[in-house]
């Protein structure tokens, strides 16, 4: 079974990830930073809690949730961030990488499926950089950086840092030489699993720093996430709001005419054929009496 070490700042962060690897069944461990790691062969999410501190501190909690573990127990560590960039992932991604001793560094914080994406180096919410939103005006923390490889190159400042743009990610010219620390523009999760499948071809040794997205994509190119079927027939109002509500969350629905069919004036091949294709695909899908 392969396992993951994921090192997040936050409690939300940790468990984001931790909830995405026991919907796939793996088991893990949430723990906080200093607690005693268990020697269960889990994987392990460990919360740092440093998003607020200032940068050093933020750096030196980093370095000693690294210190807690084996890396040698582990097939991908992740360095879990922020998808709007707030807290201080520079120096918390340099110590884990010393920590580590990685030798490729693959930085992509997109969140595509909440609108966090990386265009021309620059990181966005919703199509506008994250400095230009209202990120930029937190009181306690505001992001002041949105250029992935300059938030980088603030701590790196004796290896160069390469950025890879969206035309050369979809034209499959992504070539990790000449440094160890990359950078990448991510639209789409498409984006995403190409750069990975890249970087595991390299067989090299990876800490992988990016949000929910990055472990999400990991786990699904690594076993990959079979959809659910559900059959509804219920005419209630509760079941009707809940069909809308899967509806607008991205669920299949296939309306089947039950009465035609009992009527013999349909046949139900049809409403059998899209459902399997659209399982096929990979989408999750309800069966729904057109009377719900």
């Given at each position: 079974?392969?396992?993951?070490?994921?090192?997040?700042?936050?409690?939300?962060?940790?468990?984001?990830?931790?909830v995405q690897m026991r919907r796939r069944g793996l088991?893990?461990?949430?723990?906080?930073?200093?607690?005693?790691?268990?020697?269960?062969?889990?994987?392990?999410?460990?919360d740092t809690e440093s998003r607020g501190l200032d940068g050093l501190e933020a750096r030196e909690a980093a370095a000693s949730a690294a210190a807690e573990v084996d890396f040698s127990a582990f097939k991908y560590v992740i360095k879990k961030v922020d998808s709007t960039l707030r807290?201080?992932?520079?120096?918390?991604?340099?110590?884990?990488d010393e920590a580590y001793?990685?030798?490729?560094?693959?930085?992509?914080?997109?969140?595509?499926?909440?609108?966090?994406?990386?265009?021309?180096?620059?990181?966005?919410?919703?199509?506008?950089?994250?400095?230009?939103t209202e990120l930029a005006k937190d009181p306690k923390k505001p992001v002041t950086e949105d250029n992935l490889a300059s938030l980088l190159q603030t701590v790196y400042t004796e290896e160069p840092v390469t950025h890879v743009g969206l035309a050369d990610i979809r034209a499959g010219r992504i070539a990790l030489e000449g440094g160890r620390l990359f950078t990448f523009d991510t639209e789409k999760n498409s984006d995403l699993q190409s750069v990975i499948a890249v970087a595991r071809a390299t067989g090299k040794k990876i800490l992988w720093v990016g949000s929910a997205a990055m472990a999400d994509n990991l786990m699904e190119m690594e076993s990959r996430t079979l959809p659910a079927l559900g059959i509804a027939a219920s005419v209630?109002?509760?079941?009707?709001?809940?069909?809308?509500?899967?509806?607008?969350?991205g669920v299949v629905l296939v309306q089947v005419p039950l009465h035609e069919i009992l009527a013999d004036r349909e046949m139900p091949d049809p409403y059998i054929q899209a459902a399997v294709e659209s399982l096929r695909a990979g989408k999750d899908t309800i069966l729904l009496s057109s009377s719900t």
């Open positions: 079974m392969d396992r993951y070490l994921i090192i997040a700042d936050d409690f939300t962060g940790a468990n984001d990830t931790g088991p893990v461990n949430v723990l906080f930073a200093g607690r005693k790691v268990p020697a269960d062969g889990s994987s392990l999410v460990i807290g201080n992932i520079a120096q918390e991604v340099q110590a884990v001793g990685s030798e490729l560094v693959i930085f992509a914080p997109a969140l595509p499926d909440l609108e966090r994406t990386t265009v021309g180096g620059v990181h966005m919410l919703k199509g506008v950089p994250i400095t230009e209630s109002d509760v079941t009707r709001a809940q069909i809308k509500a899967a509806e607008a969350a």
